[in-house]
């Protein structure tokens, strides 16, 4: 990989990978177990910067280039699934809102954001409109003199929402996609824990109800009619950026667990990795790991240097190494054998983590659906 990293990125992977095999890898375990993630732990990561890695410096942010944003995830991925769901989300409210914000807006909200001093979720799916966005049913009303909007609705399966301190909402004014700011002391949003997920256990999920929540006018974001076209897409192109990294980094956690069991497990008179089924095992992870590097270095490339194919890299990349995480996860406890199944083995929980990369951000059958409808316009078939 380090041949594809100019120095300065180089030396920010190494610094990222040194901060997990510290404070992450050997805690990751149990924030599973608990289903929790200390806050101790969100706030090492705001000191360090890493919340606001991607917005620009005069906004607190560190100002880092798509690149470097996806090495931080890679190296947390590497650690826990969970942990990096805080950084997905939070990129996600950040850079849509420094998109598509007013210049009040964003100095307003993203310098906590940036900081780290408050926490975002991406309110986004609801219990009955999940891939099928159209059928949002949270509805923003005005009130009478126009200053405030008024919320109701139900929001499900948002990520960090246990301890977020802003939503990101999406809803429907007036039947047109609108997307507003909701702080979480608003009166009338109540924030109801899901526990007991496969995968991501520690990521702090959480039902959202709306009851006549009341804000400001000037909290929606971009235009009424927009939400679902231009500021939702923002927020999931860098949700797709954070978690095709961190799948990559799950998927180099399990190569890294099965070369190293391989090598040391004794089976008849030799190693399990003398056994040519364990190898084609590993050559595919291995593999797996090489081209999921290139295609996410790929996509944020062309998302530093804003090509219009940066949509498409960054949708192939996240469906390559998120199929890649489950299929080496999968192998990982396989070769493993029974060790693999306990809970003391990190590839048992990369197993239940990865599962759910492949349902976040767009399942692998939307992005199947939106690739091949992409690969077949191009030669102008019915696809286009
Ligand atoms: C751990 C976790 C964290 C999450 N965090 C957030 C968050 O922070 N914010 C947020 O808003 N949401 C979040 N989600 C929700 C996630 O975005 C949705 O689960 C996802 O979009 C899929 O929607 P759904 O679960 O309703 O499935 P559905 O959309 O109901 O899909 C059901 C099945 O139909 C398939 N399908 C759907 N459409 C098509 C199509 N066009 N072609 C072919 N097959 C199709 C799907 O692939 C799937 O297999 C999270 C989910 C999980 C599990």
Redesign the pocket.
Known sequence: MRRLLTDSQASRHEEFKSFVKLNVEPFAEQWDREQEIPRSVISSLAQRGYLGCSLPADYGGQGSDAVTFGLLNEALGRGSSALT?VLT?QSMVSMALLKWGTAEQKRSWLPPLATGKMIG?????EPG????LQSLTTEFTRTSGGESLLLNGH?K????AQFADLFLVFGRLERRPAACLVPRNAPGLGVEPICD?M??RA?G?AQLHFEDVEVPSENLIGKPGFALSHVAPVGLQYGRISTAWSALGLLRGCFEESIAYAAARRIGGGTVGDLGMIRSLIARMGTDLEAGSLLCHNACRAEDDHLPEAFERTLTAKYFTSKAAVRAASDAVQIRGAAGCHGSSPVSRYYRDAK?ME????????HE?ILGKMFVARAGGPGK
């Open positions: 769901g989300v979720a991406f309110g986004l799916t409109a999940g891939s099928d929001k399966w948002i990520s960090c997920l995968g991501f990521a999920l759910i349902i976040i951000e767009g399942t692998t059958q939307v659906d």
